[in-house]
């Protein structure tokens, strides 16, 4: 079993305390709008697949194809478009808006981001290097990588040399992290420690591959669903109160 993962927006770093009142360092990841807007099939595609959308868009600001794609499926643009692998008892119908429902508390996941830009870096700031000397006839190198490169043979700095370059601006997958807990309210996702990317940065978070859990929703709990469930409960609430006992004669 393969669930789809969700498209969520970093919020931002908080503490929350647990019933013993211990404080955990949480990141807020909020759902937002995320919908799914279509399916891929073996027979169509030769996988099994939802294609997720998050942030609508207007027409002139997402790429043709994009545009091309959700008027095929009867959907509008979205900014973030991405693909999540299942399993075939994991398909979500085209047009359901996924909330936090989907995780639960307690629960492992993986969260993938862009990390922060750095900019050009050093050697010693981008791969942890020692740096020389302070003495014994170091002038003004002392940061510096020293030789890379060898003289007779292969006479050219090798392929994969650490060295000074951009630093950041990469996508960054962390493993394993737990759920603190969910705010259906306000479709919003609390997970222990900290996610990488800028507040405003777009995660994909899934379930942890590297941890068997049971007892999640599936395919999901969706937010017309629940929704659905609110409206009977209040409709069955006055129905009950109108109820009255028989008057014995």
Known sequence: MKRSGLITTKIGMTRLYDDGGVAHPVTVLSVGDCTVIGNRTVEKNGYVANVLGMREAKAKHVAKPQVVAAEKAGVKPYRKVVEFRVSDDCMIPVGTPLSAAHFIAGQFVDVQATSKGKGFQGAM???NFGGKEATHGVLKAHRSIGGTGMREWPGRVLKGKKMAGQMGNEIVTVQNLKVFGIDESENLIFVEGA?????GT???VSDAVKKEQNDLPIPTKAAAAQNADESVAEQAAPAAET????VAE
Do not use: C, Q, S
């Open 195 to 199: 996610v990488p990317g800028a507040n």
């Open 125 to 127: 700031k981008r791969h």
């Open 202 to 204: 777009f995660v994909l």
């Open 243 to 246: 109820e009255t006992e028989p």
